[in-house]
């Protein structure tokens, strides 16, 4: 079993908020999510802000530039990669202006598997159909992780959990991924290849931080058992959209019998008048359909927003990560009538 990093009870988001005003985000985040805080993304501010530029401007030796179809590896460090580079030392910034003393906080980047999709080679293919260079981008990512969680070590005094974000998994494992030009897919990674290079990855991340890693997935059908058997502590999704059969119900039942947590993702990313009670429902009715006490939402659950807040208005913002904060307390306990 994982040892936990969190406490009972806590609650986190995924990562991105919106607007551009990095300061704000922060202190929203550090306000709301005092017990599991994580860095603001805002992809709003463009090139080098979203989930891609921010993971790049971490690599070691290796650098990309904005081309018309996304990102390619550039000979050089050129005005996209330093504006990338600069985004991340201003969020640095932020949150440590807005941290006060937490006892920990989350860092988001993008999993090998997502960087090796987003990225193209300078002849125009997808880095993951090189197999040499995905492995150059997985340990140069590694090397740049290790100096950015001790600078937000250092700068917070927090103990720093990462999420590894694959939203392209499923494509790659499904073969549907398009090529760079649109006009073709790229072949699908078998799945034990798909799996070595992630726990490698897990694993190196695990060393570097010292606590569990957490592999997000928000796809109707995330990957859950190679998730597992590549070493995540814990894996996050969204549970308001996810295919429930019973072969995933299974999957979930095994995830959690392992000990591995699950964040579920439930509150909604965009304005709603649901109540608390039936944002959780969803959470509760997971449990009592595996077979489980529901305690095991205290136990190895963590409830998120659905997906990222990129979409958000400002008030939203504050009122979803207000709401998520009282499902954690929620989940430890439960109000009369749960």
């Known amino acids: 079993m994982n040892e936990r990093a969190w406490r009972a009870g806590a609650a986190t988001g995924i990562g991105s908020m919106p607007g551009t005003d990095v300061t704000e985000a922060a202190a929203v985040i550090f306000g709301e999510l005092a017990d599991f805080p994580h860095e603001p993304e805002l992809p709003a501010r463009g090139v080098g802000a979203d989930l891609l530029g921010r993971t790049a401007a971490l690599l070691v030796d290796l650098a990309v530039e904005v081309v018309p179809s996304g990102y390619r590896v550039a000979a050089r460090p050129g005005h996209d990669h330093r504006r990338a580079v600069d985004l991340r030392r201003w969020d640095l910034d932020a949150v440590q202006e807005a941290a006060g003393k937490p006892e920990l906080i989350k860092a988001q980047i993008a999993g090998p598997w997502t960087l090796g999709a987003g990225i193209e080679l300078p002849r125009g293919h997808r880095v993951l159909t090189d197999r040499g260079a995905l492995r150059e981008f997985t340990e140069s990512l590694l090397e740049g992780l290790r100096g950015h969680v001790a600078e937000l070590s250092a700068r917070t005094g927090a103990k720093v959990?990462?999420?590894?974000?694959?939203?392209?998994?499923?494509?790659?494992?499904?073969?549907?991924?398009?090529?760079?030009?649109?006009?073709?897919?790229?072949?699908?990674?078998?799945?034990?290849?798909?799996?070595?290079?992630?726990?490698?990855?897990?694993?190196?991340?695990?060393?570097?931080?010292?606590?569990?890693?957490?592999?997000?997935?928000?796809?109707?059908?995330?990957?859950?058992?190679?998730?597992?058997?590549?070493?995540?502590?814990?894996?996050?999704?969204?549970?308001?959209?996810?295919?429930?059969?019973?072969?995933?119900?299974?999957?979930?039942?095994?995830?959690?019998?392992?000990?591995?947590?699950?964040?579920?993702?439930?509150?909604?990313?965009?304005?709603?008048?649901?109540?608390?009670?039936?944002?959780?429902?969803?959470?509760?009715?997971?449990?009592?359909?595996?077979?489980?006490?529901?305690?095991?939402?205290?136990?190895?659950?963590?409830?998120?927003?659905?997906?990222?807040?990129?979409?958000?208005?400002?008030?939203?913002?504050?009122?979803?990560?207000?709401l998520t904060r009282d499902l954690g307390k929620a989940f430890a306990e439960p109000p009369e009538g749960w």
């Open 161 to 322: 959990v990462v999420q590894l974000d694959e939203p392209s998994l499923p494509a790659i494992l499904a073969g549907s991924l398009s090529t760079p030009s649109g006009y073709g897919t790229v072949p699908a990674v078998p799945e034990p290849e798909a799996r070595e290079l992630l726990t490698r990855m897990v694993e190196g991340v695990r060393s570097i931080t010292g606590q569990p890693v957490i592999v997000h997935c928000c796809a109707d059908r995330p990957p859950f058992a190679l998730l597992r058997a590549a070493g995540a502590g814990a894996i996050a999704f969204d549970l308001t959209v996810v295919d429930l059969s019973s072969a995933v119900l299974d999957e979930l039942g095994e995830t959690w019998d392992s000990g591995v947590e699950l964040f579920l993702g439930l509150t909604p990313a965009t304005r709603s008048e649901k109540n608390l009670r039936a944002i959780a429902r969803p959470a509760l009715e997971l449990a009592d359909r595996l077979g489980f006490n529901r305690s095991i939402l205290t136990e190895r659950a963590v409830p998120t927003p659905v997906c990222g807040l990129a979409g958000a208005s400002a008030d939203w913002m504050r009122r979803a990560l207000s």
